[in-house]
T-cell receptor, first 117, second 115 residues
Framework: DTGVSQDPRHKITKRGQNVTFRCDPI?????LYWYRQTLGQGPEFLTY????????KSRLLSDRFSAERPKGSFSTLEIQRTEQGDSAMYLC???????????????FGDGTRLSIL | AQSVTQLGSHVSVSEGALVLLRCNYS??????LFWYVQYPNQGLQLLLK??????LVKGINGFEAEFKKSETSFHLTKPSAHMSDAAEYFC?????????????FGPGTSLSVIP
């Protein structure tokens, strides 16, 4: 079990630039989640994939944000035209499950810390 | 809608003392409840979870939590604090019997352990 891997760990960029983060889930996990965590707060749900299908997006996910999971394995989260308020830790998690199954705990990666200058 | 509140954004205990971190939830359906721990610059690690059945749940690192439906609480305890327990702790809730498991996190409690 290599765990959930996120890349990069840290990203510093100027306001207005585009950034892309990658998440590699635990290999057998079909569910993948993105969360955003600001300082002193708990993670906030952004979006969720089951296999390659994006099944829910939070209202926090503005049209500048887009997430993909093209082959049902790794996922990318892109932020276009970054703003100061986008500075946060972006966490990826994965879990194993299917419709009707009881909730399986999510395994988290170490996150990508984004700083907007 | 579901929500989680954690009483006390910061808790400080002496090494060897009892740890008690409070969590109350709101849910219109029977909840699944979790406690996660986060060390600096790391992701979240699951400590324990309650789904159904026994209301006293034992987790890793000597932690346990008790689900009390009448009080809508899921407080986390550890009999004797260790220096390595210093971290941020998050209580979380999700819905049961749904097609996926969106998790709602509380704001977190920072635990300090004094030597």
């Amino acid at each position: 079990d290599t765990g959930v891997s996120q890349d990069p760990r840290h990203k510093i960029t100027k306001r207005g630039q585009n950034v892309t983060f990658r998440c590699d889930p635990i290999s057998e996990h079909n569910r993948l989640y993105w969360y955003r965590q600001t300082l002193g707060q708990g993670p906030e749900f952004l979006t969720y994939f089951q296999n390659e299908a994006q099944l829910e997006k939070s209202r926090l996910l503005s049209d500048r944000f887009s997430a993909e999971r093209p082959k049902g394995s790794f996922s990318t989260l892109e932020i276009q035209r970054t703003e100061q308020g986008d500075s946060a830790m972006y966490l990826c998690a994965s879990s194993l499950g299917d419709r009707g199954h009881s909730n399986q705990p999510q395994h988290f990666g170490d996150g990508t810390r984004l700083s907007i200058l | 809608a579901q929500s989680v509140t954690q009483l006390g954004s910061h808790v400080s205990v002496s090494e060897g003392a009892l740890v008690l971190l409070r969590c109350n939830y709101s849910s219109s359906v029977p909840p699944y409840l979790f406690w996660y721990v986060q060390y600096p610059n790391q992701g979240l690690q699951l400590l324990l979870k309650y789904t159904t059945g026994a209301t006293l749940v034992k987790g890793i690192n000597g932690f346990e939590a008790e689900f009390k439906k009448s009080e809508t609480s899921f407080h986390l305890t550890k009999p004797s604090a260790h220096m390595s327990d210093a971290a941020e702790y998050f209580c979380a809730v999700s819905r049961t019997k749904t097609s996926y498991d969106k998790v709602i996190f509380g704001p977190g409690t920072s635990l300090s352990v004094i030597p």
